[in-house]
């Protein structure tokens, strides 16, 4: 359960042509701390997830204002007055693996039960399409005399 005392940064709205160059307010919510604002206080990426800040590596911006913001915060959660989150760590992506391959030709089995390793058809697109290519220049193909959309 996430701590209701976790400060969130603030950062500056983009300016959009819609807004006429203005910015409609001067500054948001951002999705986390840069690494500049951690590191001015002295802490490392992964320390202030454990303490359960939120942190936008994406960002190089820093601004004083979240850093004092950060500072209080950290004054506050040294003297015991607030308890810190809980940790903010990255969630781990797993990436399936690629299922039915030699279905596909990836593998060589696959490349041989489809045909694909016999010299006579290992070219046999590329002839196609130039050939296509050709009739559409001299049209003899029905797309060339129509439209391209070949309805």
Do not use: C
């Amino acid at each position: 359960m996430q701590a209701k005392n976790i400060p969130k940064p603030l950062v500056k709205v983009p300016i959009l042509k819609r807004h006429g160059g203005v910015p409609p307010k001067p500054f948001k919510v951002g999705r986390g701390f840069s690494i500049g604002e951690i590191s001015a206080l002295g802490l490392t990426v992964k320390e202030a997830r454990l303490l359960g800040l939120y942190v936008d590596e994406r960002r190089k911006s820093t601004y004083p204002h979240n850093i004092e913001i950060l500072s209080e915060w950290l004054e506050k959660l040294r003297s015991g007055q607030i308890e810190p989150g809980s940790p903010t760590l990255p969630k781990l992506v797993s990436i399936k693996a690629d299922l039915r391959r030699v279905f596909k030709g990836k593998t060589m089995a696959g490349k041989k039960v489809r045909g694909l390793l016999k010299l006579k058809y290992r070219w046999t697109h590329d002839y196609k399409w130039k050939r296509k290519r050709k009739e559409r220049a001299l049209k003899k193909r029905h797309e060339a005399k129509r439209h391209k959309g070949g309805h």
